[in-house]
């Protein structure tokens, strides 16, 4: 049995990529339970599947899957339903948030949650370094608006590291449907609805000034947060 699951949604990652898997490789090597990585290439342009590819012949925990491109939501629901993982967490492939912060998350999973996200907005969370102040402001008031639509009580839903125990991954990737940004929110939701318990923890963030999420992705991200509110309001997640 897989103890861990890692899911990492790429797109033209081919730089960045590499450099993240080295360093997971060395952090999952201290680990002393069984894991496997899912590299989910969503219709990368570059060189990114050859680069893993090569990887995955001299790390056989690696895998590579093929995305159907339809943004990073999509690839996250492939890698979570794919992986085989008791708990299955996702990452981003810019490496912001290490692995080893997954063992913060495990007494909380013995506490009985059963989803754990990682916020840098809450009391011990780290940003170093910081983000540029636009992208703050950017992203605290996309959480404003979600914390009132959606998500009251959570003060980062966007943050790309959240782990999920086998149980509610089945559950809420086999029933998302928001294939963007706006995807954390709604599994996030569909969890919640479902009875499942989540905690949100405090983590290390080291802001990435390639970062692949444009200006116009906040606005995206609150047009699929209207949409998931619409969607509860008319019974479509059931």
Known sequence: MIFLSIIIPAKNESKRLPLTIVDLDKKLKSFDFSYEVIVVDNKSSDSTSKVMERFSTMMPYLKLMEGDGLGKGSAVKAGML????????FLDADNSTSVDQ???MLP??????????GSRYVDGAVMDPPQPFYKRVLGRAGNLII????????????????????????????????????FDAEAIVLAIKAGFKV?????IWKDDSE???SFFDYFRVLGETVL???????????
């Open 147 to 182: 914390r009132i639509f959606l998500l009251p009580g959570f003060k980062d839903t966007q943050c790309g590291f959240k782990c999920f125990k086998s149980e509610a991954a089945s559950h809420v990737f086999e029933r998302s449907s928001i294939g963007g940004w706006g």
């Open 199 to 203: 905690k949100e923890m405090p983590i």
């Open 82 to 89: 794919e992986a085989k993982g008791v708990y299955r967490l």
């Open 211 to 213: 970062t692949k999420v």
């Open 228 to 238: 998931i509110r619409f969607r509860l309001w008319t019974g479509y997640y059931k």
């Open 108 to 117: 909380y999973f013995k506490e009985g949650y059963d989803v754990v996200i």
């Open 102 to 104: 997954f063992e913060k």
